[in-house]
């Protein structure tokens, strides 16, 4: 059974900087996507990025020149640099993933079967 486990969430003043992690654990098999999501009180949840076994990103526009998706295959670790927060990137952040081959990893929820139980980011002004 595979489970994904984020860490490196917390409080962070405006224009601060975290970086959260995400391990996997079991047989991973062939993960073709991984990606980042996040879900702030009262909203959906929605994507922030996400990365190609062969390293390729895509990021939503919200988040563009201030997060970076980068993956160690050596660790099965994905991580989330996130630089210039703001108070509306408070949420809880979740990392996912999916074994079904796209040549371009989505952005959508229904794309990935796979989900950690989130890290808390609270961003204060």
């Known amino acids: 059974q595979v489970q994904l486990v984020e860490s490196g969430g917390g409080s962070v003043q405006s224009g601060g900087s975290l970086r959260l992690s995400c391990a996997t654990f079991?047989?991973?098999?062939?993960?073709?996507?991984m990606a980042w999501f996040r879900q702030a009180p009262g909203k959906e949840r929605e994507a922030i990025g996400s990365?190609?076994?062969?390293?390729?990103?895509r990021y939503a526009d919200s988040v563009k020149g201030r997060f970076t998706i980068t993956q160690d295959n050596a660790k099965n670790t994905l991580y989330l640099e996130m630089n210039n927060l703001k108070p509306e990137d408070t949420a809880m952040y979740y990392c996912a993933a999916t074994w079904r081959y796209a040549s371009t990893c989505a952005l959508a929820l229904n794309a990935y079967s796979k989900w950690g139980q989130g890290t808390q980011v609270t961003v204060t002004s």
């Open positions: 079991g047989y991973t098999g062939n993960i073709n996507c």
């Open positions: 990365i190609g076994s062969a390293g390729g990103t």
